[in-house]
């Protein structure tokens, strides 16, 4: 399998690495062991500018290069999931209720391959910015890691990540100029009303039957307020009222989220939300309060740099395991955050036929973590050659 022969002589201690992360998972912004881990490693490798307690428990590394140039960044998400595993692998979580459901642990462990390949060789001008990002999962680590001011702080000219890909040929690498992912919005519908005796619903106001009427209309938007060509997502997901069948309930409330590509439709769907609130709720006498939130913007590639890490990719794995376009997805990232500040690009890495990433029964395929690591590695000493 492609790589680096280097990376491929230390990828018995690559799996080692995210074995131990697997068993260890931490969420959201408490990555403070997953991190003190990697500064470890890195410590090890003799890389000594290192930057703890960025976005709570995010760290940034520098390497530094032979000779003066820009300044690349690489990054990799730490943070698992709330959920149970049932791999039944022997380097299984040991944390109840806590996995690495998404392979985080071998996207972190891929960005310290890079990082021990690139310290020994140091075969590029400039700098590399190593950055350990953690609530990638809900939190957006990687919008508060660039508030607090990354970018310009290491002088980030240009940045890349690479995730791991369930169901693609292990070892090729997807991804696409411009829209990659979606971007995500999440709605929270209270709606109140008059609760009473189930026997005498004329002597209450119910928000059941005016939720139900909320949420009919909200699955129109789509198919009634959007271009057929369109690509709107908008996913009524939680619905919470009640406490017994013989009681109509005061309130009733709903969440879900919506998923765009482009900012027009997502002001769309969220007044077309607001409106049929508003409406349902003179119309049905309860009181209704709407709660919109923007999350992640959509992950958008730019050309340039994609192009450029095609080129790389092509030269590692060969022609036939690389594709420039992709299909986009509807799933989110936070990574976009950082191509919003920053040229850069999103890469896919296939892992082979298996359960999807946020099943139980999801595990990172080790085999593609010396493929990963090398290819970060390329990126730096093709971004920023000697000579």
């Not at 930057?51 to 709570?56: D, K, L, V």
């Not at 307020?225 to 997502?233: E, H, T």
């Not at 769309?268 to 923007?294: H, N, P, Q, W, Y």
């Not at 992950?299 to 690389?322: P, Q, S, W």
């Amino acid at each position: 399998m492609p790589a680096l022969n280097a990376i491929a002589d230390f990828a018995d201690d690559l799996t080692t690495w995210r074995r131990y992360l697997h068993q260890h998972p931490e969420l959201g912004f408490d990555c403070h062991k997953t991190a003190a881990f990697v500064v470890e490693r890195l410590r090890e490798m003799g890389i000594t500018e290192i930057h703890e307690g960025i976005a709570q428990s995010g760290v940034v590394a520098i390497i530094e290069g032979q000779g003066d140039g820009p300044t690349i960044g690489l990054r990799a998400d730490m943070d698992a999931l709330p959920m149970s595993e049932e791999t039944g692998a022997d380097h299984a979580s040991t944390v109840d209720g806590k996995m690495h459901a998404c392979g985080h642990d071998g996207h972190t462990t891929m960005l310290l391959g890079a990082a021990r390949y690139l310290a020994d060789t140091r075969n590029f001008k400039g700098r590399v910015a190593l950055i350990f990002q953690p609530a990638e999962e809900g939190g957006g680590g990687g919008n508060v890691m660039v508030h607090e001011g990354i970018m310009d702080r290491f002088e980030i000219a240009q940045v890349y990540a690479l995730h791991n890909a369930p169901d693609i040929e292990v070892g090729r690498i997807e991804t696409r100029p411009g829209p990659m992912m979606a971007g995500v919005s999440e709605f929270k519908i209270t709606v109140k009303g008059v609760g009473g005796h189930a026997a005498w619903p004329h002597g209450c106001v119910d928000p059941v039957a005016a939720a139900m009427q909320i949420g009919t209309a909200i699955n129109t938007i789509v198919s009634r307020n959007v271009g057929a060509v369109d690509q709107l997502v908008i996913s009524l997901t939680m619905i919470e009222a009640g406490t017994a069948t013989n009681i109509i309930p005061e309130t009733a409330v709903m969440q879900g989220t919506v998923r765009n590509f482009r900012s027009e439709l997502l002001d769309l769907a969220e007044k077309r939300i607001s409106e049929i609130c508003a409406g349902t709720g003179t119309a049905m006498g309860v009181e209704v309060t709407l709660d919109f939130t923007r999350e992640y913007p959509p992950t958008i590639n730019d050309a340039e740099k994609t192009a450029f890490a095609v080129d790389v990719a092509r030269e590692l794995v060969g022609a036939d395991m690389v594709s420039d376009d992709t299909n986009m997805v509807m799933g989110a990232e936070d990574f976009s955050y950082m191509l919003n500040v920053r040229p850069g690009c999103y890469l896919n890495v296939g892992q082979g036929v298996g359960p999807f990433c946020h099943h139980p029964k999801f595990d990172f395929n080790d085999e593609i973590a010396p493929i990963g690591a090398s290819f970060l590695a390329r990126l730096v000493e093709r971004a920023q050659p000697l000579g």
